[in-house]
């Protein structure tokens, strides 16, 4: 071939053809020390070399900062001389777009110019992903993501900002009162999204939403469904139909003046004297191999040794990623820098690359992170960039007060305003937060927190709902206890209702498992709740009873799973967990419960009568209990003595949990945080019994922990 393109076009003139090479990058090392090293030895074994200035290694915290390190570092190369020109950098980056706008970002504040970026956003398909939405939502059972893609979709007959809202109330809450609220268009579009079983519904519901949006150009896309010569109701083949048409790959803007950008999918298109390379963890540099599809490993060296037929295995596609990450670094002619996030975008923590692990054994270090020099824990004057660009304070810690109190000066528990100007009740899981780490019971109340959107699962909070459903539907308030026959014929009944109202996705053929699971484990609680009902000769006064009172002046409200009337005028608050007894026991009789001393308060001293909190006045005893329906175990306090199946408590379960509390309440009230230490979590669970969610989910919390006092156990 290219002896007929030369005996075609002829050759080009020595000159150009020289001028020419000079401008390829070279495959071989064009740098000597120890970036010429790895640039000829990566991906072999040998004898290693010690880093030294043509190599230097920085450990940043996340691609973010990455990518406002490669701009300073580019401008620190400029103003110190040691290149010419933005031209004579080149940036290696990961093939992923939230590097090139980060990269974007940082240079244009740092004034630089970069070459080599699109000349236009690649456009969403945004009418295929709304119809894709609509199928979605009309087949049902449709997760709650689904639901909030649409509430956030641009297309959509409201503004953007009551589309995000709604989504957020929808993830946490799994319902969104803005959108009961809506009307118009809105209205129409929502009401539209029902269950579909039939090809005509299907049509006259698109159709209808088609109607509520002129503006969108659905028809002729829900045309190329084929609902009209389609014979049955296929959604597989509808979804597929729908899907969002791939653009064109942007045109790349190219020019000479700028610090080139290079992708990790390409040998760079020109040279750079000094290469700064980004994302030298997880998957990149090079990009793990998938497996073959079809062959095994061992299949295709079969393949090879019998037949001669060379398919590429996963050592071959490794060992081609590798010679493209040395080509790549080749473009670098005098030195280099790389750069290793700790962690992603979403926090989590990261591995090196294949990649960097070799340069690191190249350069004699056991560990990669023996290479590392971390800009938050080295002192500035040693970073090659400009101070600015660092964090003045390595240590966060080192700036928090050594007695771990914040004074804030404001009353805290004022900070969600009722609207009559008062303390806004506060509900005793917010106050066993505070009771375990005040400042996760601020970042809640400021409404601080995770916003990560997430598909549904089976998780323990789902489970916990469904089970308390069907307890309250098993055995319905003033009704007579039903016999093992009744409950075993009204279990499944049941399920199907929790399901309706509380997992709607639960539904579908890929929970047919869980839902028998869940059947068999609902009738073993069922069950065993009736047979103490039975036995302890109870009355259900109410299932999921609202309750309001104070503590220490403190408006509380909440909600008891079960309120039951036993003999000898005594009423049982009852809280149901599933879980089995052994931690509820140990945090009992240590005295650190606290959510059914909640309940019993706010019976005790209601801030509204009703039927119910008239009872104390009028001389029934008040006793709580903990149903744990894992081990069918009924735990109550030393008030529960004498009730038949009921283990009683010894002690005061709650006393040193609501002394502890009228310390915190009175705290948040003077504006004082106290942080947490690093012996907190031990503590709780050894000494106290408590589970501390608060500390172990929350990494905000983490982050602001103290070390443990000096001679603390």
């Keep these: 071939?290219?002896?007929?393109?030369?005996?075609?076009h002829g050759a080009a003139p020595d000159a150009e053809m020289s001028a020419f090479e000079?401008?390829?990058?070279?495959?071989?090392?064009?740098?000597?020390?120890?970036?010429?090293?790895v640039q000829s030895n990566l991906g072999k074994s040998g004898e290693g070399t010690s880093a030294d200035e043509t190599l230097r290694v920085f450990g940043v915290r996340d691609p973010q900062e990455e990518a406002d390190f490669a701009a300073a570092r580019a401008q620190q190369l400029l103003q110190d001389g040691i290149v010419d020109l933005p031209a004579d950098i080149g940036v290696l980056v990961p093939d992923d777009?939230?590097?090139?706008?980060?990269?974007?970002?940082?240079?244009?504040?740092?004034?630089?110019?970069?070459?080599?970026?699109?000349?236009?956003?690649?456009?969403?398909?945004?009418?295929?992903?709304?119809?894709?939405?609509?199928?979605?939502?009309?087949e049902a059972p449709a997760s709650r993501t689904a639901l909030a893609s649409l509430y956030t979709s641009p297309l959509m007959p409201w503004p953007g900002d009551t589309g995000r809202r709604m989504a957020r109330e929808l993830m946490d809450r799994g319902w969104s009162e803005t959108a009961k609220e809506l009307e118009g268009a809105g209205r129409l579009v929502l009401d539209a999204l029902r269950e579909t079983e039939t090809l005509p519904q299907l049509s006259a519901r698109l159709m209808t939403v088609t109607e509520t949006l002129p503006d969108v150009p659905l028809t002729e896309r829900i045309g190329q469904l084929g609902i009209a010569s389609a014979k049955s109701l296929d959604w597989s083949v509808l979804r597929?139909?729908?899907?969002?048409?791939?653009?064109?790959?942007?045109?790349?803007?190219?020019?000479?003046?700028?610090?080139?950008?290079?992708?990790?999918?390409?040998?760079?298109?020109?040279?750079?004297?000094?290469?700064?390379?980004?994302?030298?963890?997880?998957?990149?540099?090079?990009?793990?191999?998938?497996?073959?599809?079809?062959?095994?490993?061992?299949?295709?060296?079969?393949?090879?040794?019998?037949?001669?037929?060379?398919?590429?295995?996963?050592?071959?596609?490794?060992?081609?990623?590798?010679e493209m990450f040395r080509r790549q670094l080749c473009s670098a002619t005098e030195g280099a820098t790389l750069l290793v996030p700790a962690l992603d975008l979403a926090g989590k923590s990261l591995s090196p690359s294949t990649g960097f692990a070799l340069i690191s054994h190249l350069l004699g270090a056991s560990d990669p992170a023996d290479l590392l020099c971390d800009v938050r824990g080295s002192d500035v004057t040693s970073i090659p960039v400009p101070t600015e660009a660092l964090p003045t304070q390595a240590d966060p810690a080192a700036s928090l007060p050594e007695d771990g109190i914040i004074s804030l000066n404001t009353d805290l528990l004022r900070l969600r305003q009722a609207s009559e100007g008062g303390y806004v009740r506060q509900s005793p899981s917010r106050l066993e937060t505070l009771l375990v780490s005040p400042l996760a019971w601020l970042m809640d109340e400021l409404g601080a927190k995770d916003r990560t959107w997430a598909s549904e699962t089976l998780?323990?909070?789902?489970?916990?709902?469904?089970?308390?459903?069907?307890?309250?539907?098993?055995f319905p308030k003033e009704e007579p206890i039903p016999d093992a026959t009744a409950v075993d014929v009204k279990t499944p009944e049941a399920l199907v209702d929790a399901i309706k109202c509380h997992a709607i996705w639960l539904n579908g053929p890929a929970w047919n498992t869980e839902r028998a699971n869940l059947l068999r484990e609902a009738r073993m609680i069922a069950q065993s709740w009736g047979g103490f009902l039975r036995k302890?000769?109870?009355?259900?006064?109410?299932?999921?009873i609202g309750l309001e009172g104070d503590f220490d002046g403190l408006p509380i409200a909440g909600r008891a799973d079960s309120l039951l009337r036993l003999p000898n005028d005594r009423v049982l608050v009852v809280d149901h967990k599933r879980s089995k007894s052994y931690s509820r026991r140990a945090r009992m009789t240590k005295g650190w419960d606290l959510q059914?001393?909640?309940?019993?308060?706010m019976l005790e001293r209601p801030s509204e009568a009703m039927s119910l909190t008239r009872l104390v006045p009028e001389g029934v005893k008040t006793t709580t209990a903990y149903h744990t329906m894992l081990d069918a175990t009924v735990l109550t306090d030393f008030g529960g003595e004498g009730i038949p199946g009921a283990e009683v408590a010894s002690v005061d379960i709650s006393a040193n949990a609501t002394d502890h509390l009228l310390q915190a309440v009175s705290e948040a009230r003077a504006g004082i945080i106290r942080l947490n230490r690093s012996d907190d979590i031990s503590i709780m669970e050894k000494d106290r019994g408590i589970t501390p969610y608060a500390l172990k989910d929350n990494e905000f919390v983490k982050a602001f922990t103290l070390p443990a006092e000096e001679g603390s156990q």
């Design 1 to 8: 071939m290219a002896n007929q393109l030369i005996a075609h």
């Design 22 to 37: 000079q401008g390829l990058v070279s495959a071989t090392a064009p740098v000597s020390g120890a970036l010429g090293f």
């Design 97 to 138: 777009r939230n590097y090139e706008r980060a990269l974007a970002e940082a240079f244009d504040r740092v004034g630089i110019p970069l070459s080599g970026q699109a000349e236009a956003a690649i456009k969403r398909d945004l009418t295929a992903e709304l119809l894709l939405l609509l199928l979605t939502l009309l």
């Design 240 to 322: 597929k139909r729908a899907e969002p048409r791939k653009e064109d790959a942007p045109d790349i803007s190219r020019f000479v003046e700028g610090v080139s950008l290079f992708t990790e999918n390409a040998l760079p298109w020109r040279p750079a004297r000094h290469l700064i390379v980004l994302g030298l963890t997880g998957k990149h540099w090079p990009r793990l191999p998938a497996s073959n599809p079809v062959f095994t490993e061992s299949e295709i060296r079969l393949i090879r040794e019998t037949t001669g037929l060379i398919l590429p295995g996963r050592r071959e596609h490794l060992s081609r990623g590798l």
């Design 459 to 474: 998780d323990v909070m789902t489970l916990g709902t469904i089970m308390h459903h069907i307890l309250e539907v098993v």
């Design 536 to 544: 302890s000769e109870a009355t259900v006064l109410h299932n999921e």
């Design 596 to 601: 059914v001393a909640l309940y019993r308060a």
